[in-house]
């Protein structure tokens, strides 16, 4: 009986502790790796009664680290202890080890590093980087070593450890390659087998048998001889020789034949379809010799003509001399055919020919003067005679003035500028003396069938019948902006401006101050007027004489008192010009703009 109770005690001891058991929370523990394939948490997700002490141990796979916990737990502790006392989601987080990248250079250049597969500042494992060598100035990329091998440039590479990479650069050898076309030979100074970036080289032509330097083709450029250069590459070049007469070039619109003496001038007869320029004032005295005395030989003929340029370059040609009063077309250029004459100036000339005969030119075909000017004596006992120019067909005068002595005997179309002017003349103008016993004598042409544009002459002109200041026979020429200013003196048709204008010839804003002097069919302005002309003036008190037309078609011409034609006061009494573009005044008579230049 009395074992009873201890058995009972025991019984309900064992069942309370049971029942105490089976109240007991249980929680679950949730690992993760990010990223997935960084490395391992130990232990792994699992279930713990409450309070349990939980050791969560991150491990690292290869080429990682560990960088935190994340979630229900956090800082970087490893191993980390947690009690369960919930349920848990905890992950390690994981980042790619960095390794250094080492970059070595031998020469002279540098290497750009740049991250194909991301951007950052590090290159953690498994980070693609672009290496792209690029060599200084004068050096060249030859190849790599170390972690990177070849030549391929550029070229990627993986980091997976510390790496280190060389990059070789070796200076570059330039070679000189230089020979002539022509006889002669080529000095280097320094003269060695190569030559390195930045070094300075003088390279010379040395030529031979009268062979002249003209310029250089290739790598080199120009007509500098010695030329001096700076190394940055291979030269290969070629010196372009010439065995011409003359002081250099070659004739081409390029390297046009360089001129200095007045037998290189003369020479311009072998050479009509050739380019020139003139580089010396010249003394052509010596030709009042030549020839038997028949001196300088004009350049080009109605056969050969010149066809060619010539660029004096402002350098003077003086004491030309020209005696062949038998031959047609003469001039410094006797015939020029679609040919630029250009910034010439012929002083003290002495030109006597035939027809067709100038300072400058006997005859133009298409060919353009520009900036040309001669001063001297011109004669001749044929037609179509000028200071400048005898004829002027569909050519071009611009910017050119004569100061000659022109006459003729017994023959007709005498200009101070040119004689017989079927081209343009524009902005140019003469002075002198133009005289002739036949008919159409000029200040400035002879006889215009086409344009005077912004030319004016101040001449004294003397002549017989059609004697003009400016023009003595415009036939259908047109006359236009322009003046003159000398004194006129002739028998029949006399006028300050134009002798005769007929055949629709137009004279329009231009004006005559002129002395006039004649017989018949005399005016200020026009002496004999076939046409219409307009918004044009004449100054009676000047010219002597009582009308601005001598005889025929008055309309168009106002005439005016000197003070009313000078001074401020021109500019309300002649309103029809234009005083803003053309025209501007002075203390004196108005004049052209372009004069003022």
Known sequence: ?????????????????????????????????????????????????????????????????????????????????????????????????????????????????????????????????????????????????????????????????????????????????????????????????????????????ETENDWNFVHWKGDLEGTDNPQKITINQNINAIAVLDNSPFDGGNGSEQYPYMISTIYQLQEIINYTNKHFIQIDDINADETREWNDGKGFQSIGDDIIRFRGSYDGRNFKIDQLYIDRESEIHMGLFGFIDNATIDNVILTNAFVNGSSDSGGLIGQSENGKVYNAHVSGIVKSNGVNVGGLMGRNRNGEILFSSSNCDVSTSGFFRVGGLVGFNLGTIENSFSNGKVSSDSPAVGGLVGLNWSLIKNSYSIAEVHGEENVGGLVAINSGGTIENSYSHGTVHGYSEVGGLVGLNSNGGKVTTSMSVSEVIGQVDVGGLIGLNGEEVQKNYCDMVASNQDNCIGRGITEGVTGLTTTQMTGSSAQENMADFDWETVWNTTSGYPILRWQEE
Request: overall charge negative.
């Open 1 to 205: 009986m009395r074992k009873l109770p201890v058995l009972f005690l025991l019984l309900s001891l064992f069942l309370f502790t049971q029942c105490s058991t089976e109240n007991t929370p249980i929680y679950s523990l949730t690992t993760n790796v990010n990223p997935s394939e960084a490395g391992s948490i130990n232990p792994s997700s699992g279930e713990y009664d409450e309070g349990t002490e939980v050791e969560l141990m991150a491990s690292p796979n290869e080429h990682w680290i560990f960088n935190g916990w994340q979630g229900d737990h956090s800082g970087n502790q490893n191993p980390a202890s947690i009690v369960m006392d919930s349920d848990k989601s905890i992950t390690a987080q994981f980042i790619k080890r960095d390794y250094p990248l080492t970059i070595n250079v031998e020469g002279e250049g540098h290497v750009e590093e740049e991250i194909i597969q991301q951007k950052t500042t590090d290159y953690p494992h498994g980070t693609i980087v672009q290496l792209t060598a690029n060599p200084a100035e004068g050096w060249e990329f030859i190849e790599w070593s170390g972690h990177l091998d070849g030549s391929e440039n550029p070229q990627t590479i993986t980091i997976q450890d510390e790496t280190s990479v060389n990059a070789l650069f070796e200076e570059i050898k330039y070679s000189i390659d230089v020979n002539t076309e022509g006889e002669g030979s080529i000095n280097l100074n320094p003269n060695k087998d190569f030559y390195v970036y930045g070094d300075e080289v003088i390279i010379t032509v």
